[in-house]
């Protein structure tokens, strides 16, 4: 049997928004009333929550071949330190810190363009 490991080469992110905590909490709350599940990711003081596109095209998946692969939106803030939920009313939504190298790297890449954003706006 053979087994091949093909992490991907290169993310791209077609939209990715800014949030107060708050208003990702807000958010979030609403995902779930949705009927969507969802849990948030925490690392490198971010928190966000991202949703891939799915391989369900020949295209998509061609291009997952070659080593890419696409995320339809990215939606953060940040969080200096970790805790394991943000509360939103009576509501708890968790909070993972994640160990996949992937989100290491997304969110150090968020909290890179986070410092941009602030250096440009002074």
């Known amino acids: 049997?053979?087994?091949?490991?093909?992490?991907?080469?290169?993310?791209?992110?077609l939209e990715m928004v800014?949030?107060?905590l708050q208003k990702l909490a807000e958010t979030s709350a609403l995902?779930?009333?949705?009927?969507?599940p969802i849990v948030l990711n925490w690392a490198e003081?971010?928190?966000?929550?991202?949703m891939p596109?799915?391989?369900?095209?020949?295209?998509?998946?061609?291009?997952r071949q070659q080593g890419r692969i696409y995320?339809?939106?990215?939606?953060?803030?940040?969080?200096?330190?970790?805790?394991?939920?943000?509360?939103?009313?009576?509501?708890?939504?968790?909070i993972v810190t994640t160990p996949n190298p992937l989100l290491i790297q997304v969110a150090?890449?968020?909290?890179?363009q986070m410092s941009r954003q602030r250096s440009h706006r002074l």
């Open 1 to 13: 049997m053979k087994i091949t490991y093909k992490p991907a080469e290169e993310l791209i992110i």
């Open 18 to 20: 800014e949030y107060t």
């Open 31 to 36: 995902i779930q009333d949705a009927g969507r």
């Open 45 to 50: 003081g971010v928190v966000f929550q991202h």
């Open 53 to 63: 596109l799915p391989f369900n095209t020949k295209e998509l998946l061609k291009e």
């Open 71 to 94: 995320w339809a939106s990215v939606i953060y803030a940040p969080l200096p330190e970790y805790r394991p939920t943000l509360k939103i009313g009576p509501r708890d939504i968790p």
């Open 108 to 112: 150090k890449w968020i909290k890179r």
